[in-house]
């Protein structure tokens, strides 16, 4: 059974940091992609960065490029997104996905391509 489990949301004034995590299990990281999409009140879900292990490469939005950071730690099953500069636009549910990278990966952070969705943590940006 696959799991994704977040943890690390909360409360922070605008220009702070966070750092979420996602446990991962019941998938090898060799086969899916792993990363964040969010969810704004109101909005549909967007990708926010994605990782794939089995080739190292990274995508971010380009609304989080330069202040948001995504790192894997294989041997933990764990996938890090380490967020600074937060604005009040950061404010969203943050849910932690799984993409199976084969067949035909695009990387484009489309949430047709998820397989799997974590339960989420909501991240709350105040100005």
């Known amino acids: 059974e696959v799991q994704l489990v977040e943890s690390g949301g909360g409360l922070v004034q605008t220009g702070g940091s966070l750092r979420l995590s996602c446990a991962a299990s019941?998938?090898?990281?060799?086969?899916?992609?792993v990363g964040w999409f969010r969810q704004a009140p109101g909005k549909e879900r967007v990708g926010v960065s994605c990782?794939?292990?089995?080739?190292?490469?990274?995508r971010y939005a380009d609304s989080v490029k330069g202040r948001f950071t995504i790192s894997s730690d294989n041997a933990k099953n764990t996938v890090y997104l380490q967020m600074n500069s937060l604005k009040p636009e950061d404010t969203a549910v943050y849910y932690c996905?799984?993409?199976?990278?084969?067949?035909?990966?695009?990387?484009?952070?489309?949430?047709?391509?998820?397989?799997?969705w974590g339960q989420g943590t909501q991240v709350t940006v105040s100005s």
């Open positions: 996905v799984a993409i199976m990278t084969a067949p035909g990966y695009s990387g484009t952070l489309s949430p047709v391509e998820v397989d799997y």
């Open positions: 019941g998938f090898s990281f060799d086969d899916y992609a």
């Open positions: 990782i794939n292990s089995s080739d190292g490469s990274i």
